[in-house]
């Protein structure tokens, strides 16, 4: 079974998958990766399950070495790819040969995954191959963690696709919260209206938005009793910042929510870079649950936007073992036929 090899290793890099449903009782967080579409994307272009685990890189870089040929897919925040000296697509699925040499690097921000063919196979716990940071399931890889790959069946390499555009911030779309009504409804407007900045602070637990001019803190705040919170609440602290709760955040806490954004605009948060604009508009709770489900349906329908890559003669290092002569003939068979 092939391995992977890594050389260089950034911070924030980790193995994750889908992460683990239905533990949120027992106080442990859902997790998995900070934008599940991005697995979603990845397995369409390997035509595989969408549960397999991949590398995660959090706005870093990463080297790495395969022992035996495989397939990959790399999705999520554009980064620079090179192998054994080529460029490779982004949004697009490759081989790689044996001992080849991947390198990764220059995103901007957000995260940025790297699939395999099978996927990486590493221990499940509790349901699941991804690292947890906030629960202490897992960790950080680092230089000279070797990586087993799971047994792939084949298919396509050399194919990509456009992804949803989620890259440079955005609207975000939200329903309310039981704690929704608290807010004054002028303080409920000027949060709408409000054009906020994602904060460099931020993590696989939650991220802080900057605005100009006056919080939104509630003064009633302080007597909320703690409650179940999931990923896409967004909290607001002491300091009237709104904090969005991500896929590691704790599962029980006191800060008002204002709103909660719909899991399927999630991905335009995690992906935009620092100091990206993003701005909220509530939505009733019909149209939302509309809107995931136009979402589920468009996930599910992805294999059939992934085309063959369009390649140029310069980049194909290969070139010389393609038959680009075909059909070719001695030119004398016409002659040959004659009675």
Request: glycine share 14%.
């Amino acid at each position: 079974m092939a391995e992977i090899l890594l050389h260089r290793v950034g911070p924030g890099v980790t193995l994750q998958d889908q992460g683990r449903a239905g533990y949120l009782a027992q106080g442990l967080s859902r997790g998995g990766a900070a934008d599940r579409l991005a697995l979603v994307e990845g397995a369409a272009l390997l035509g595989q399950d969408a549960g397999f685990a991949a590398l995660e890189i959090a706005a870093s870089y990463l080297a790495l070495e395969v022992s035996g040929s495989c397939r990959i897919a790399l999705t999520g925040a554009p980064m620079r790819a090179f192998c054994e000296g080529g460029v490779l697509a982004w949004q697009a699925s490759h081989a790689l040969a044996p001992g080849a040499r991947l390198e990764l690097s220059g995103a901007l921000g957000g995260y940025s995954y790297v699939h395999f063919g099978g996927g990486v196979d590493a221990p499940v716990i509790l349901g699941a191959r991804s690292a947890h940071l906030a629960a202490g399931i897992g960790r950080m890889l680092r230089a000279g963690d070797r990586l087993r790959l799971g047994a792939d069946h084949g298919g396509r390499v050399d194919h990509g696709f456009t992804p949803q555009a989620r890259f440079s911030g955005g609207l975000l779309r939200m329903v309310e919260t039981p704690q929704t009504q608290l807010f004054p409804a002028q303080q409920l407007a000027r949060f709408t209206e409000t054009v906020f900045c994602k904060d460099m602070r931020g993590n696989r637990m939650g991220q802080r938005l900057l605005s100009e001019g006056a919080g939104f803190a509630l003064t009633s705040g302080l007597s909320i009793l703690s409650e179940s919170i999931v990923p896409g609440d967004i909290q607001i602290t002491g300091d009237g910042a709104p904090f969005v709760l991500l896929a590691e955040c704790q599962t029980t806490g006191g800060y008002p929510r204002i709103g909660t954004v719909l899991p399927c605009d999630l991905p335009r948060l995690v992906q935009a870079p620092a100091g990206a604009e993003l701005r909220f508009a509530f939505i009733p709770l019909q149209e939302a649950i509309a809107a995931e489900r136009a979402e589920a349906a468009r996930r599910a329908g992805l294999r059939g936007g992934v085309r063959p890559l369009i390649r140029t003669l310069h980049d194909m290092r290969e070139l010389l073992a393609y038959q680009w002569i075909s059909g070719a003939t001695a030119g004398d068979e016409l002659d040959r036929e004659q009675p």
